[in-house]
């Protein structure tokens, strides 16, 4: 049986760091071998050998937030081209949103979008059940049927829920299906018609805002919501100051709350908006300076557990409009890793945190087992070599849609191969003696 | 090509910066400012010929594209365009394929095909003119973009008042009413800033953006203050049918408080301006006396409107070396 033999990776194994120069072999769908630099494997006929000096292997990246687009806007992005651009950026997991059309808020959606996603085979698609019925946030949405067909979490999407009330109950209710709520936590009143971050750049740029404070309010009612019902809470995007202080307070108290935040927010300020870029407009905004440094802050000593991609496809027809009318998101599956190392190159962070973040933060997040890299663990790996420059453009990007401001781009950090259950499903094989 | 200009004093007026586009004032500098001042300056004084016409933007097409209704500050782009003996086209939001669905740059882009050399554009979104330039090859003058800029009436104000009070700096200027949503006062205090002026921005705490302060202007709650020694005030207009009962309690409250009556302007410099970028509620933010009384400055802007905008179109319309009362070649 063919092997592949991974030789000279700085190996990635998440409760240890990254270890050393390891050579790693994969036979069928496992990590067969770690063996010292020092120790290299034999070579036989017919095996793939892979040069990965210089190079991060680490277990494949894991996003918790993806708009897919199917069923509904496939002319956007569908679980196929989703798959790929997944793969190419180098997770091998990927939790899709449930604002589809129809939206994910009954289990025959939630089935179509895993048996779809296993044809593909290319990665795992995670379904995040809608928490309300057709995500209105008027009542609660089939939980205990979705959780059965496969759904991990339930959120509705990029809307917060109105109801303190009805919030209530449905994160009593999924606790009681051992599934976390994931929140895109912000008071939908105060944030109403916003287009950025209330400050002076908005005021420069004379544009609505939705203020830091409309995100704090939603942030502390869920808290106090999951303080009550002790369900496991998960706060989307966090993007400001005040509501990582609030998630940090939350774990001191022993709250079973998760938090992440999207590349965007780590690596801009609301000044990026200066020249209205409609691929930067976010939900939630792109915030000032003192909020992006209190996110770094908050990865770093583990308040925020990861960083997502929150991808969102959008068709250049819904972007060639005024700001106003844009559509919010961006695209970032193929380029988020490479973003985060960026700010590694910043000595902003160490490997391990952005790679923690990308690994085991959303597997703590989700209630998985935190994956590893060692002798008989699935060989879901991912490749990464953070030095290599390469351009976001028709040719390399595999996303229907191109609503990216990094698009035409020079991008540094590129996945050079992942394997999914031993599979290479990204990168050409080199097959040598 | 430079041939010497004509102007009413003899002397050769500065040809002024040229401008690829007019997207606002925050960009430009204080020279430059001054620079389409003084152009505007010879402009004026054509205007008050008995032949109002240059024939500086001959063969150059300018579209008016409307997509907010105005009715003023289309008339006065109009007249000032074809003083230069430029060919325009009106196109407002009624009446055009917005009404049909189309967007903004599906318009611009159909437009194009008729190669217009500048395209002023109107429109209730802050940074569509931004969205344009990056999309079309015409000059793209923005003439007022949803709460963002308005620059020509940032012009035409800092013009009315140089012409009163001559340089600006250290002069005070109170800008009154709803800061939030007007591009009025963004353009005048991007404008009036970077002349040297000494700017005082007031209303009710809901229309004060935050950190407002951060446009090196004074802010207050209270209109007293900003009034107080002022040079210049300056008066917005409220808009009643959308902001009353959420942003202010009602018109008389709102009067009672922050409009300008002859007893507050009594706390300004004794000639001090009286300004208003019209339409006016009066009654509401400025009484009928003052707005009508001897320091109203009111009417003049409007005069001078035409005059600025004249500038601007010949600074972006312009073939390049062209100098204002040159003929083309």
């Known amino acids: 049986m063919s092997k592949t033999l991974i030789l000279g990776a700085h190996v990635y194994d998440p409760p240890r760091g990254v270890i050393g120069v390891r050579h790693v072999v994969i036979e069928g769908a496992t990590i067969a071998e770690v063996r010292a630099d020092a120790d290299p494997p034999a070579v036989r006929e017919g095996d793939d050998v892979v040069d990965a000096k210089g190079c991060v292997l680490s277990p494949g990246f894991i996003d918790l937030r993806a708009h897919a687009r199917e069923p509904g806007d496939e002319q956007d992005e569908d679980l196929n081209s989703l798959s790929r651009t997944a793969v190419a950026g180098g997770?091998?997991?990927?939790?899709?949103?449930?604002?589809?059309?129809?939206?994910?808020?009954?289990?025959?959606?939630?089935?179509?979008?895993?048996?779809?996603?296993?044809?593909?085979?290319?990665?795992?698609?995670?379904?995040?059940?809608?928490?309300?019925?057709?995500?209105?946030?008027?009542?609660?949405?089939?939980?205990?049927?979705?959780?059965?067909?496969?759904?991990?979490?339930?959120?509705?999407?990029?809307?917060?829920?109105?109801?303190?009330?009805?919030?209530?109950?449905?994160?009593?209710?999924a606790s009681g299906f051992n599934l976390p709520?994931?929140?895109?936590?912000?008071?939908?009143?105060?944030?109403?018609?916003?287009?950025?971050?209330?400050?002076?750049?908005?005021?420069?740029?004379?544009?609505?805002?939705?203020?830091?404070?409309?995100?704090?309010?939603?942030?502390g009612r869920e808290i106090a919501l999951a303080s009550l019902t002790r369900a496991r809470l998960h706060i989307a995007h966090v993007s400001s100051a005040r509501g990582v202080a609030l998630i940090r307070e939350a774990k001191d108290r022993g709250l079973p709350v998760t938090a992440e935040t999207t590349i965007w927010h780590l690596a801009l300020t609301d000044q990026a908006l200066a020249d209205y870029p409609v691929n930067l407009k976010l939900v939630p905004p792109i915030r000032g300076a003192e909020d992006r440094e209190a996110l770094r802050a908050a990865l770093l000593d583990g308040t925020i557990d990861a960083v997502c991609s929150d991808h969102t496809p959008d068709n250049v027809a819904d972007k060639a409009v005024e700001f106003d009318a844009a559509a919010?998101?961006?695209?970032?599956?193929?380029?988020?890793?490479?973003?985060?190392?960026?700010?590694?190159?910043?000595?902003?962070?160490?490997?391990?945190?952005?790679?923690?973040?990308?690994?085991?933060?959303?597997?703590?997040?989700?209630?998985?087992?935190?994956?590893?890299?060692?002798?008989?663990?699935?060989?879901?790996?991912?490749?990464?070599?953070?030095e290599r420059e390469w351009t976001l453009d028709a040719t390399t990007n595999l996303s229907k849609s191109r609503n990216t401001v990094l698009f035409g781009r020079p991008v540094r950090g590129l996945a050079r191969r992942t394997w999914y259950g031993g599979r290479l499903v990204w990168g050409d094989p080199q097959r040598k003696r | 090509m430079s041939t010497t200009l004509e102007t009413t004093s003899g002397r050769e007026a500065t040809p002024g910066p040229k401008l690829r586009h007019l997207l606002g004032l925050e960009q430009l500098g204080g020279d430059e400012i001054r620079g389409i001042l003084d152009v505007a300056a010879h402009m004026k004084s054509v205007n008050l010929r008995r032949i109002k016409k240059l024939p500086t933007l001959r063969g150059v097409t300018v579209v008016l594209l409307f997509v907010e209704p105005s009715t003023r500050t289309r008339v006065s782009f109009e007249v000032a365009a074809k003083r230069l003996s430029a060919d325009t086209l009106s196109l407002s939001a009624s009446g055009s394929s917005f009404s049909k669905g189309e967007t903004l740059l599906d318009t611009a882009k159909n437009l194009e095909a008729m190669q217009p050399d500048v395209i002023v554009l109107r429109h209730g979104a802050s940074g569509a003119p931004h969205l344009l330039a990056g999309h079309v090859d015409a000059a793209i003058v923005n003439a007022g973009d949803g709460s963002h800029e308005h620059p020509t009436q940032g012009l035409l104000d800092a013009f009315t008042m140089r012409e009163k009070l001559g340089d600006l700096a250290g002069r005070k200027v109170a800008i009154v009413g709803d800061i939030t949503h007007s591009r009025v006062a963004r353009s005048n205090i991007f404008c009036l800033t970077k002349l040297g002026a000494d700017v005082h921005v007031a209303g009710p705490r809901t229309m004060l953006p935050v950190d407002v302060e951060s446009l090196d202007v004074t802010a207050h709650a209270r209109v007293e203050p900003a009034i107080e020694g002022a040079d210049v005030v300056m008066m917005l207009r409220i808009q009643r049918e959308r902001q009353e009962g959420v942003l202010f309690p009602s018109a008389h409250e709102y009067h009672r408080f922050f409009g300008l009556d002859a007893e507050r302007l009594a706390l300004a410099k004794p000639n001090a301006l009286v300004m208003h970028p019209g339409p006016m509620n009066r009654g509401v933010e400025i009484a009928p006396d003052v707005a009508d009384g001897a320091q109203s400055v009111i009417l003049e802007q409007v005069e001078n409107g035409v005059a600025v905008r004249m500038a601007v179109l010949y600074l972006v319309g312009a073939p390049h070396g062209m100098q204002p009362g040159d003929a083309p070649a």
């Open chain 1, 328 to 386: 919010p998101g961006a695209i970032a599956l193929q380029t988020c890793a490479g973003q985060l190392f960026e700010l590694v190159r910043k000595k902003l962070f160490r490997p391990e945190n952005v790679l923690g973040a990308l690994t085991t933060g959303p597997s703590v997040a989700l209630g998985r087992p935190e994956p590893r890299l060692q002798v008989g663990a699935a060989a879901d790996l991912v490749l990464f070599d953070p």
């Open chain 1, 181 to 219: 709520v994931f929140v895109h936590a912000v008071d939908p009143d105060l944030a109403q018609g916003g287009q950025m971050h209330e400050g002076a750049w908005s005021t420069r740029l004379g544009l609505r805002g939705v203020p830091a404070e409309a995100e704090e309010a939603f942030i």
């Open chain 1, 91 to 173: 997770f091998t997991t990927v939790v899709v949103t449930p604002d589809t059309s129809p939206c994910n808020d009954d289990c025959a959606v939630t089935e179509l979008i895993l048996r779809r996603s296993a044809e593909i085979g290319l990665c795992r698609i995670l379904p995040m059940g809608a928490l309300t019925h057709r995500m209105q946030g008027e009542h609660l949405a089939p939980i205990g049927e979705m959780a059965d067909a496969g759904a991990v979490c339930v959120g509705d999407g990029d809307q917060a829920v109105r109801s303190s009330r009805l919030m209530r109950s449905a994160m009593e209710y």
